[in-house]
Nanobody, 116 residues
Framework: QVQLVESGGGLVQAGGSLRLSCLASGTTGTINTMNWGRQAPGKQRDLVAR???????WYADSVKGRFTISRDNAKNTVYLQMNSLKPEDTAVYYC??????????WGQGTQVTVSS
């Protein structure tokens, strides 16, 4: 079992930055991949960034060049640095962990609101 807790969301003006954190606990040594996703009101949840256990990253086109996913293994924490934020980035942001290529765990989410 893996538990995930996100933090760092808030209200920011367009062009600003935020850093989200995702603290993992439980059997964290079994995690293969960590992802950040987001869900805007009335829309489906989409992945925006991925970090594999080997260090490979992937970004959705909508955030490429603006968002950076990273991790601190000593702190069992994955981060999402978000720069040049746009109003369309407004959403609840979730982290997830994939274990054994099968099990998917989600956090409770953190709200990010970008004002124009």
């Amino acid at each position: 079992q893996v538990q995930l807790v996100e933090s760092g969301g808030g209200l920011v003006q367009a062009g600003g930055s935020l850093r989200l954190s995702c603290l993992a606990s439980g059997t964290t040594g079994t995690i293969n991949t960590m992802n950040w996703g987001r869900q805007a009101p009335g829309k489906q949840r989409d992945l925006v960034a991925r970090l594999s256990s080997s260090g490979n990253t992937w970004y959705a086109d909508s955030v490429k060049g603006r968002f950076t996913i990273s991790r601190d293994n000593a702190k069992n924490t994955v981060y999402l640095q978000m720069n040049s934020l746009k109003p369309e980035d407004t959403a609840v942001y979730y982290c997830n962990a994939i274990v054994g290529g099968i099990h998917v765990y989600w956090g409770q989410g953190t709200q990010v609101t970008v004002s124009s």
